[in-house]
Nanobody, 127 residues
């Protein structure tokens, strides 16, 4: 299974950007999905997360500006970012708890939980 992110870009302060991340592979279902970010010389931090039941959580720094959503049919998670500031400049990573199908026969479905990460997506906000 893998996660593929898209939507990276360069925007001016106050601008908007939308990140998307799609999961692929032998997927039974997906649990929590989220977006993290890591700026140079800083630790990776959780930006937003969403459960399979659409319960969302945001870091205080993005609350009211960012919106996370998911499409369970398309195995996709989105991050709508508005009112961007230079402090939002970072590499953004999508993350998902993927229930991967490992095998199956007539009576048994074997699956395992995979903590999957996408490759980083650069978001740059100019002042």
């Amino acid at each position: 299974v893998q996660l593929q992110a898209s939507g990276e870009g360069l925007v001016q302060t106050g601008g908007s950007l939308r990140l998307s991340c799609v999961a692929s592979g032998r997927i039974l279902s997906i649990g929590d999905m989220g977006w993290y970010r890591q700026a140079p010389e800083r630790e990776r931090e959780l930006v937003a997360s969403i459960t399979s039941g659409d319960v969302t959580k945001y870091s205080d720094s993005v609350k009211g500006r960012f919106t996370i959503s998911r499409d369970n049919v398309k195995n996709t998670v989105h991050l709508e970012m508005n009112s961007l500031t230079p402090e939002d400049t970072s590499v953004y990573y999508c993350n998902a708890d993927i229930h991967r199908i490992d095998g199956e026969d007539d009576v048994t479905l074997r699956w395992s939980s995979v903590d999957a990460w996408g490759k980083g997506t650069q978001v740059t906000v100019s002042s």
